[in-house]
């Protein structure tokens, strides 16, 4: 058996376990060089290697491209051709991203879906407010021009015609919102259109203000 060369660590550890009895085992990051090592694969070179896998990759290096893109690619010679006609696999981070929670018992019956189908103007408003990060300037005919800005705007859209009508508007609150709605109110009057019902989400049209004028 050839000779074994002891570190400063053995030493003192030999040193050390003589006095309380049997001596700790040795301790070597490197491992004994007689021993072979082992080396564990990572997750992806477990990967199958076939067709079906190497089309999974290419659509994972390209953002998650549409997979028909990918096979047009592959059949014009920019991509290897076999990936044309293989099958193709399932991106389960696509899925999840097209995936949508709907609570079971919020999800209406086919007869309110009948019953929320608008036939005519003013049966049914949908009313959203987007808001901008850049402000719009405020239009001016005469006088010292003004430094407010249009921040925000009311839409209106009737569900029976698509037809949009939009309010610019200087801020988000209500009071402003309630003034979208008159002058929106307004113009459809002026066409014969009597607004019945306004189909909103949250926000200023939770408040008050805005809910008093509904009635």
């Given at each position: 058996m050839p000779n074994e060369v002891?570190?400063?660590?053995?030493?003192?550890?030999?040193?050390?376990?003589?006095?309380?009895?049997?001596?700790?085992?040795?301790?070597?990051?490197?491992?004994?060089?007689?021993?072979?090592?082992?080396?564990?694969?990572?997750?992806?070179?477990?990967?199958?290697t076939n067709a079906a896998a190497e089309f999974l990759c290419y659509h994972q290096k390209f953002n998650h491209v549409s997979l028909k893109k990918i096979q047009a690619m592959a059949k014009r010679g920019m991509l290897p051709r076999r990936l044309g006609n293989c099958p193709v696999p399932l991106c389960t981070a696509c899925l999840y991203g097209k995936a949508k929670k709907r609570a079971w018992r919020s999800k209406p019956s086919d007869m309110d879906e009948v019953r929320l189908i608008a036939t005519k103007p003013g049966e049914c408003v949908s009313v959203d407010q987007p808001t901008s990060p850049t402000p719009g300037l405020v239009a001016q005919v005469s006088g010292a021009l003004t430094k407010t800005r249009y921040t925000t705007a009311t839409v209106f859209v009737d569900h029976a015609t698509d037809f949009g009508y939009l309010h610019l508007q200087r801020s988000s609150g209500a009071a402003d919102t309630v003034k979208a709605k008159e002058a929106f109110e307004r113009f459809a009057s002026e066409h014969g259109v009597r607004v019945q019902h306004y189909h909103t989400v949250n926000g200023v049209f939770s408040l008050n203000e805005w809910r008093s004028k509904c009635v």
């Open positions: 002891l570190t400063n660590e053995e030493d003192n550890s030999t040193e050390a376990g003589t006095t309380g009895g049997a001596s700790p085992s040795a301790f070597n990051l490197d491992g004994p060089t007689t021993m072979r090592q082992i080396v564990v694969e990572g997750e992806e070179d477990r990967q199958p």
